[in-house]
């Protein structure tokens, strides 16, 4: 099991990314305005994978990823194992994955959550 977070790789102000990210995670407008701002640093969306809300969590990020990739927006995931704490974390650069990889992670475990 993992868990990711997924930010923009450089500070973004872009009004339709807003509204994707409060659409998918809920967060305020303001929330998501000053993560975005921060850039990798400004995490928008945290889960730990493979539990029971798989589905709905694998969903979410496909939307995100999706629909920010089409805004021309990189992204920024981190991923750590499931007994790591996002605290301990300093070097961000040295648990980037890119967004092939998680959607790669996620499509070979599909079959396992239908």
Do not use: C
């Not at 500070?11 to 807003?18: F, I």
């Not at 070097?91 to 959550?113: G, P, Q, V």
């Amino acid at each position: 099991m993992s868990k990711i977070s997924i930010s923009t790789a450089k500070p973004e102000s872009n009004v339709s990314a807003l509204k994707v990210i409060k659409d998918v995670t809920g967060l305020s407008i303001d929330s998501v305005r000053s993560r975005l701002s921060d850039g990798k640093r400004g995490v928008f969306y945290t889960t730990e994978l493979f539990l029971n809300d798989h589905k709905e969590k694998e969903a979410q990020i496909r939307k995100l990823i999706s629909e920010l990739s089409k805004l021309g927006i990189e992204l920024f995931i981190m991923e750590v194992e499931h007994d790591e704490n996002w605290a301990d974390v300093h070097d961000f650069d040295s648990i980037r994955i890119s967004t092939a990889e998680l959607l790669n992670m996620l499509d070979e475990n599909t079959d396992k959550f239908s």
